[in-house]
């Protein structure tokens, strides 16, 4: 049984060996958890381009002692966004796809709050990396092998065509914007000469624009959605993410009595099938921009509350449901517990690219109809995928995350199950064989890791078994309890765990 768990005072998981190596060094030259996790988002940005990065959005939820903590940098879609241009095209890359990156408006934000050493300090091992160059993981020649041709039209071509697996990359354009960033702090990327140069780029590109709209971008202190079930109180990230979705379906394992399915049965699978697609309509048809939402989105965080107001609902939405790339890690120094994912939505984004890193696509994820509150709008955040469960209890804190798209809600809910109905060891319950539902409505799809044991298909849900470890997306846990933290990585990833 393939393990990656760390145990120790302090540590990391991380989906890169090198970006874990990274926050360790952090941690052990005296910084705290929002200091490392500046340092590993930086390095996963340069080694994992295709995944995340400053042109991308990010959020966090963590713990602070007793205390919950989450912040969320979602970037909106320009003022001049051509929503008719958009609705007619149905673009999934291109200039019609591009949001206003959030990242580095996060790095500032808990740098302000919460670090304790210079930004240069943090930001210079992924400076070095993207400088002198490193071998090119499992995962981005993969990548970039896989999305040569979707992305062949755009400037992506120039930067990361031909990379291959243990390929040495460097890319010297990224550095100097790392480092302009490091030495003049996160504003200059949204206010100053950076912020400039990014918009000219964007505009030849043919994104409609403006400085203005990188100077309105702000990341959000954010009021995390709260559960309370079995003895616990759960924790998920607020709309425009789909983290309710999470809490929904945690909600239906108990309230539906499907704790009580053992672990490998084929009804188990089938059980999940009404509360998945239910939990989905809600997210596709009220979830959105805050903004531009007409519900209180705590009053249905549970199962049944949602049901409420399902009940005469339809599902004629037509966003595309997706599995995307994304990259997440736990860090811990002992005293916090810190959950950070960040995601450019497809692989590379938008296939535009701006000083030298891509610009993502989260625009791609408005739906394509009108009246709701993920409709395409100018200056209007599309539905976010990234999202993270936080659970306390009396003793532990947990932080779960993963890479997992459309699919993270269902994610969570299988390793929580993992861990607290089936009693499984950390590391086991990230291990352990998956399902996942792929298609949610009409014609409902599952995918079944080997070997649980399948249901039969039929016209109203077709049944895809695949082999173990091949489902999409992979989880990392964070655990801290009263002497210690465990990290444990996903045996799916290419990441590791390390503590100290």
């Known amino acids: 049984m393939p393990i990656k768990i760390a145990i120790g005072k302090k540590g990391i998981t991380s989906d890169h060996p090198l970006a874990a190596k990274i ?105 070095d990396l993207a400088y002198k160059g490193f071998y090119a993981g499992w995962f981005l020649g993969l990548a970039s092998s896989a999305y040569e041709k979707d992305l062949e039209n755009y400037k992506w071509i120039q930067y990361f065509k031909g990379i291959r697996t243990g390929v040495r990359v460097v890319n010297r354009e990224m ?41 309105e971008h702000e990341s959000v202190k954010s ?25 929904q379906l945690i909600s239906a394992l108990y ?76 860090v811990s120094d002992g005293e916090a517990l810190v959950g950070f994912i960040q995601s450019l939505f497809y692989p590379f984004g938008s296939g535009l690219i701006a000083r030298g890193f891509p610009i993502q696509n989260r625009a791609a994820g408005f739906t394509r109809r009108e009246g709701l509150p993920n409709s395409p709008a100018p200056k209007k955040l599309p539905l976010h995928t990234l999202s993270i469960l936080a659970i306390s209890n009396d003793r532990e804190k947990y932080i779960i995350g993963c890479v997992g798209g459309d699919y993270r809600p269902q994610l969570h809910l299988r390793v929580y199950e993992n861990i607290f109905v089936y009693k499984m060891p950390i590391a086991k319950a990230i291990e352990a064989p998956r399902f996942i539902y792929t298609k949610f409505y009409n014609t409902q799809e599952v995918v079944i890791e080997k070997p649980l044991t399948s249901p039969q298909s039929s016209d109203a849900l077709k049944i895809k078994n695949i082999d173990y470890f091949s489902t999409p997306g992979h989880v990392h846990v964070g655990v801290l309890r009263e002497d210690r933290v465990e990290l444990v990585n996903d045996p799916r990833s290419e990441g590791i765990a390390l503590a100290i």
């Open 175 to 215: 550095a100097s914007t790392l480092r302009l960033i490091a030495s003049r702090g996160y504003e200059e990327f949204y206010y100053g000469d950076l912020a400039e140069l990014l918009v000219e780029e964007l505009q030849e590109q043919g994104v409609n624009v403006g400085l203005d709209d990188f100077m």
């Open 23 to 127: 926050g360790v060094e952090i941690l052990e030259k005296g910084g705290n958890a929002f200091d490392a996790a500046i340092a590993v988002s930086a390095a996963l940005s340069v080694v994992q381009p295709h995944m995340g990065g400053p042109g991308g959005d990010a959020f966090l939820l963590g713990f602070i002692g007793d205390d919950v903590v989450a912040y969320s940098s979602a970037g909106r879609s320009p003022s001049g966004f051509p929503v008719e241009d958009f609705m007619r095209f149905n673009p999934l890359r291109g200039p019609l796809t591009v949001t206003i990156p959030g990242l580095v408006y996060l790095w500032g934000s808990i740098h302000d709050e919460h670090a304790t050493l210079p930004l240069e300090d943090l930001l210079k091992p992924a400076i």
């Open 255 to 330: 309230e539906l009595d499907l704790y009580k399915e053992p672990f490998d049965s084929p009804s188990r699978i089938i059980e999940w099938s009404k509360p998945i697609k239910r939990a989905y309509m809600f997210r596709d048809l009220y979830v959105g921009d805050p903004d531009h939402m007409n519900i209180a989105p705590q009053t249905y965080v549970k199962y049944s509350a949602m049901e409420t107001i399902l009940r005469d609902s339809q599902t004629s939405t037509t966003r595309e449901h997706t599995y995307s790339d994304t990259t997440f890690f736990v």
């Open 223 to 247: 009021k995390p959605l709260k559960l309370e079930v079995d003895g616990k109180v759960l924790y998920e990230l607020p709309p425009s993410t789909q983290g309710i979705t999470t809490l």
